[in-house]
């Protein structure tokens, strides 16, 4: 993948799976290989195949159908549907609606930090998406930057792997936290137990960083950050530099009690509010709100992957109906796996 366009496919890579017809490599990652297919009806979708090794590991199945049964829990806008998946084939996948965007830390990297308008309404809409998680009784645990894609249709939020139900207890492997220490809460670094809230903080972490492309806690190695987030009761961040009314909004998500932080639907509202005072826009108001060079690079993918002609005819026809096509009717086997 170059520039955020899908690359194209290897000669070990499939044609198809289940029906689906692929047409390029999206990424690849430690648990598995994304491609980009089209439904019938033309809908692009990310189609993630699990590797190998993992697939013979039956304790990786039960958390890959944990991951397909959350995704499926919770809906709303600018959370990435689940269309499809078999978690108990020989290699499990799961498809979802393919959204052509670049991640945010791709985007900071090439492009630098957002306008302060862009963060106020990136960040609006993520927390009115954790909303609808935390309504479903769901915690994400994995607020950050390459997780929220920046379309033309505004942000999206990515990736269910490691979120839980809002009553278990903090999760751990082999005595480690699981998560990414940069994005952590105070109370996640500590592993004490996650609430809703511990998204908010996660979410105060990525606007930040969105509107200077530093990380308020700086820099370092992952535990080190992270160390100094636990410590935040101690040392805050320091947030002069961001501008009104975005760093107001800050302060309230990077509170080191959780219990001091606005909910996500607050935070929403917040966000909503400031923009009246900068530029009196909707929060879906997704007119001219990425910068020109980001916006360009976003049409470039969305060009590259417009449904094409090809000579690969699938085997056949996917399992479940496509809820993004209204023309495509009941496929001819539904999928296995546990709701």
């Known amino acids: 993948m170059q520039d955020g366009v899908p690359g194209p496919l290897r000669a070990d890579d499939p044609q198809e799976i289940s029906g689906y017809v692929l047409r390029g490599r999206v990424g690849e990652g430690g648990m598995g290989t ?12 990310a189609l993630k195949v699990i590797r190998r090794e993992h697939a013979q590991s039956a304790a990786f199945r039960v958390r890959f159908a944990r991951e397909v049964a959350t995704a499926r829990r919770v809906s709303g806008y600018h959370l990435v549907p689940v269309v499809d998946h078999d978690a ?12 052509p965007g670049l991640p945010l830390d791709t985007v900071l990297d090439a492009h630098g930090p957002l306008p302060t308008s862009a963060v106020l309404r990136l960040t609006g809409c993520l927390a009115g998406a954790l909303d609808a998680v935390h309504t479903a009784g769901v915690i994400h645990r994995d607020i950050k930057p390459a997780n929220l894609l920046l379309a033309a249709s505004g942000p999206w939020l990515l990736d269910f792997g490691i979120a839980r139900a809002a009553d278990t207890r903090t999760l751990t492997t082999a005595g480690r936290l699981v998560g990414s220490p940069k994005n952590m809460s105070p109370e996640h670094a500590l592993g004490r137990r996650l609430t809703p809230a511990s998204d908010v903080f996660a979410l105060g972490l990525l606007a930040a960083e969105a509107a200077t492309g530093q990380h308020p806690y700086g820099r370092g190695h992952g535990l080190a950050v992270a160390a100094r987030i636990a410590g935040t009761d101690r040392e805050p961040p320091r947030l002069d530099h961001h501008p009104e009314p975005l760093r107001r909004v800050l302060r309230l998500c990077l509170a080191a009690r959780p219990a001091e932080r606005p909910t996500a639907a607050d935070v929403a509202e917040l966000c909503r509010q400031s923009l009246g005072t900068d530029g009196g826009r909707d929060l879906r108001d997704f007119g001219g709100w990425l910068p020109d060079p980001v916006a360009s690079a976003v049409a470039r993918i969305e060009t590259a992957t417009r449904p094409r002609p090809t ?16 023309d495509w009717p009941h496929r001819i086997r539904r999928s296995s796996a546990p709701e």
Not at 34 to 45: A, D, E, N, W
């Open 34 to 45: 994304v491609y980009l297919s089209h439904t019938r009806g033309g809908q692009p979708v």
């Open 311 to 326: 000579s690969y005819t699938p085997t056949y026809v996917p399992t479940v109906r496509d809820p993004l096509a209204a």
């Open 88 to 99: 108990e084939g020989p290699l499990p996948w799961l498809a979802t609606h393919y959204v």
